[in-house]
């Protein structure tokens, strides 16, 4: 079975997809500019994982975990599992160096129907989602002092957000040097909110505020433990670390992925862990765990309690850093998308790119609708169990891969190489989550396992079959042909030229629109429409 021309069927190809020869160096092929380095690898993962998890999260994961104790408990695990992850999705990175994450892993690995569920299943419900959650999040934190009273109402929450997503789409849309200054302005107000909690929970404790965290008090029970809520605790924790694999999706990006890519990992992962321990830490110094779950913005909350006049800073710093959030899951949703199309599984527009922006307005036009519609509902936390539970499915699919890998290419050169006990151990976690989760919440599991299905005869239609009908092919080429000339793109043309090529001097001098594919279809030999831009 193949998946057309454009698919890349052997895990061996993954340095050419990647514009990299044996010796690592620029092949001059079709690849993305080496701009990363160590600092935005980690700059990558640290800003990514810290979006609205920490500041949404404590109160689902203290409402299920039934403890003050047992919640410490839940961040710490899940954190330490993360950063096993991690060890496991580095390996991976640097065997199979070649961006799009675990898609292209599963893809290379199972084949192309495991590769392309997962891209559908991101495309339709993970990245719409995420940035759903974190726009709410944005209104969230905006509009609650202006209702001290009483919760915002939701149809200004929904409205709010999806200003937040519109303004951030046309940023994308517009500049790729807007986008990264919006999330380096956006990330400091990111730091100050949880800096200053951390500060904050420490000065608490130096006055005596730690009741909540004596041991007596700590782990006493204000419901009964149950198994089934203590994996949702562990899944809206998740949540929280959600953004971990990121990097991932850029590996083509980064200069010496071989080092940087675990280096990037083995720095931010701890640190991450660090900061929300602590911040938990801290607001379990000036809340109970009544008010904590009354409160339906934890940040806001503990503000108002520890700083007095200023306690404007905290909705503030916290909206800022949710607006980066929302910035930041735009910018790589283009990347997963980019991967997917290169492979065949998307269609081409979805891949192309501004003839002088050199941004991908399809890609982001979509992500923005398919955001939009999931902001028909407000209820966060049941978005935050999607979220986790089809994120958890793949991460335990990948992880899988790596032992399967392991069996059938014993040989293949692995830059790194851990022991087979760290992908076991995040199985066994992983399936404990998996269970429970859908002994407990069945329905929820339940539509996200059918939303995925859904992509089985997606693909075997739009991808497996060869032969589909000319007027098909012909309908297709004509609204690729009319997406490109709306967003005036192109597709990146593999060439022997310098892949460093400027895409506003290529815009500049005219050049001629390469041949446009059926997207989600293989090349049959009919001429397709061009275009010139």
Known sequence: MTDGPRQRSSIGSAK????????????????????????????????????????VSPKGVLENASSVGFALIVWIITGIITAIGALCYAELGVTIPKSGGDYSYVKDIFGGLAGFLRLWIAVLVIYPTNQ????????????????????????????????????????????????????????????LALGLIIIMGFVQICKGDYYWLEPANAFEPFQEYDVGLIALAFLQGSFAYGGWNFLNYVTEELVDPYVNLPRAIFISIPLVTFVYVFANIAYVTAMSPQELLASNAVAVTFGEKLLGVMSWIMPISVALSTFGGV????????????????????????????VKRCTPIPALLFTCLSTLLMLCTSDMYTLINYVGFINYLFYGVTVAGQIVLRIKQPDMHRPIKISLIWPVIYLIFWAFLLIFSLYSEPVVCGIGLAIMLTGVPVYFLGVYWDNKPQCFNSFVGKMTYLGQKFCVVVYPAESKGSSSESCSAEGEEGEEMKETRSPLSKDDGDSSKTADC
């Open 16 to 55: 050419d997809a990647a514009g990299e020869d044996a010796s690592g160096k620029d092949s001059g092929g079709v690849a993305l500019k080496k701009e990363i380095g160590l600092v935005s690898a980690c700059g990558i993962i640290v800003g990514n994982i810290i979006g609205s998890g920490i500041f």
């Open 132 to 191: 759903a959650v974190i726009a709410l999040t944005f209104s969230n934190y905006v509009l609650q002092p202006l209702f001290p009273t009483c919760f915002p109402p939701e149809n200004g929450l929904r409205l709010l957000a999806a200003v937040c997503l519109l303004l951030l789409t046309w940023v994308n849309c517009s500049s790729v040097r807007w986008a990264t200054r919006v999330q380096d302005f956006f990330t400091a107000g990111k730091l």
């Open 327 to 354: 910035n930041g899951s735009l910018f790589t949703s283009s990347r997963l998308f980019f991967a997917g199309a290169r492979e065949g599984h998307l269609p081409s527009l979805l891949a192309m790119i501004h």
